[in-house]
């Protein structure tokens, strides 16, 4: 839909978070640096980071793949956070931020592989927890309750984002699940440096099979993976400064802590299924409890900024009935479709977004000196309608960084692709400066 007015409402104490793609009224942006500390800190911790700090080890020493997650989590959590200012200046979501880069209609694509891409990481979240939680109840049940821990976890993740961040962030997530969550995290950091062979374990050298610049990359992709979403939370901020030191501070600790865990411990616990050997520790089974019940955060926000970004498509849709169908449907296909089945063609559709906030990123901060006109997002022949509603220079510029990520990918994949596409994108973006006649005028008010 391309209509000139919103339909989607002004927000209320009693029902946040309504405003679509419009910007929120500065009286609700209440969340500040704490708030969002604590938002990014939870959601940069969980089975999938643990699992995924596995990949490091053994290709890389333990003294080695520690730099690599630091390196790549300093990088990758600035890149989060500085996207993220862009919804704290104007206190629009991530996907309309789109459409001064790349035009209104030019923003669709990447609000359709967004949208697939959020309902395909909602359901994957929703089986990991549904099979964990059935790991753990299958020995005393005596039978596979799969199907229903898929019922439950899928409705709590789907009512999570029914209540908005807010709420989710000052009722769930500070109230209970960051304090479950350190206090599990705390217990299996000492699991692992108690290890009678620990400090031999640090320095043993790794077998050589993973480039060091590509075990950075790998880290990077985590923190990237949310720069899709992260507008659509940033846009609550009190302050920018608040929301982009709470974001970059609260992701960078959890992401090294958990990166760095699933490291450890799969070479601490001598592992090849680095759950079941956490479950065979004492209090194993409790802390992967915690982590399964911490997990829903992360659905949460799966479900939530997919009903958000659909907003950029039909700015009629309200919020929570987009986020039950999105709800449902995530739960409906873990229920119905194999987990093997996603891996792959989700990182796939995640390797377009490192060079799409390339672009963004060149043209907000460079480009338009953090200066666009978010009344007129959807005006269709306005400022961002360019031409036929498409702003070909951003979308070149978007293209040869996808074309760079794969190519790096395929031919030097030591270096990896993260940080060069970005940078091309970045630079391109940049060098094609023609479009920049539809910024503000120098001395023009700025962002709404």
Known sequence: MEAGASATGAGSPARPGEWGITPVPPAERRLGFLDYFVLWGDLGVGLLVLLAGTLLVPALGLAQALLAILIGSLLGSLLLASAGVIGSDTGVPTMALLRPSLGIRGSYLPTVLNLVQLVGWGTFEIIIMAQAADGITRPLLGISAFPVWVLVVGAFCTLLAVGGPIRVVRLWLEKFAVWL??????????????????????WAPGTGDLAFWAAVDLVIAMPVSWMPLVADYSRFARSGRGAFWGTAAGYFLANVWFYALGAGLLLALKAQDLITAIMATAGGWLALGIILVDETDEAFADIYSAAVSSQNLWPALRQRPGALTVGAVCTALALTVPLTQYEHFLLLIGSVFVPLFGVLVADYFLLRARRIRAEALQTVGGPYWYRGGFAWRGLTAWGVGIATYHAVAALLP??????????????????????????????????A
């Open 414 to 447: 030591a270096l990896g692709s993260s940080l060069p596409s970005f940078a091309l994108a970045f630079a391109v973006r940049w060098m094609l400066q023609e479009e920049r006649a539809t910024a503000l005028p120098a001395g023009s008010p700025g962002p």
């Open 181 to 202: 969550m350190l206090g599990t995290s705390a217990w299996l950091t000492f699991v692992l440096v108690t290890q009678e062979d620990f400090t031999a374990l640090l």
